[in-house]
């Protein structure tokens, strides 16, 4: 026979402790703010996304011109990072080409989960009741026989 479980007891000194008794949403980030390579990390990719949105506004060249004066030229005043094969700046070909990435990461990750959350959630809230209507939710077209 399994054992009873025994009931969890906390005493006076655990009771007051702030980290305990906080809601776990603040305890996570309290423990986020004081593991400083996670804090770094977390700079660094506020840092980079921030640079990147606000590429249009940076004195940056155009990533898309042309210089063939400038053709596989190392790093110079005028470009950071040299420049590839076309003569193309390669610091401004990194701050553009890192925009998508950061926009499908801040809005459309958090959007698509939300109508996918939405889309699962409608079968529970159909007219024939939650397991009528789950048992005839279609399937996924892979589970399907062909």
Do not use: Y
Not at 84 to 111: A, H, K, N, T, Y
């Amino acid at each position: 026979m399994a054992q009873p479980a025994t009931p969890i007891t906390i005493d006076a000194e655990s009771a007051a402790d702030p980290v305990l008794s906080a809601r776990p949403e603040n305890r996570v980030w309290k423990k986020f703010r004081h593991h400083r390579s996670a804090m770094l990390g977390g700079v660094l990719v506020v840092f980079f996304c921030a640079i990147a949105l606000l590429a249009p506004l940076l004195p940056i060249p155009d990533p898309a011109a042309t210089d063939w004066g400038a053709v596989r030229k190392g790093p110079s005043a005028a470009h950071w990072f040299g420049t590839d094969e076309l003569g193309r700046d390669v610091l401004s070909r990194l701050i553009w080409g890192r925009r998508r990435p950061c926009w499908r990461g801040s809005f459309q990750s958090p959007s698509r989960l939300g109508l996918a959350s939405l889309w699962a959630s409608l079968p529970g809230i159909s007219a024939a009741g939650p397991m009528r209507s789950s048992r005839a939710a279609p399937k996924p077209c892979w589970l399907r026989p062909s």
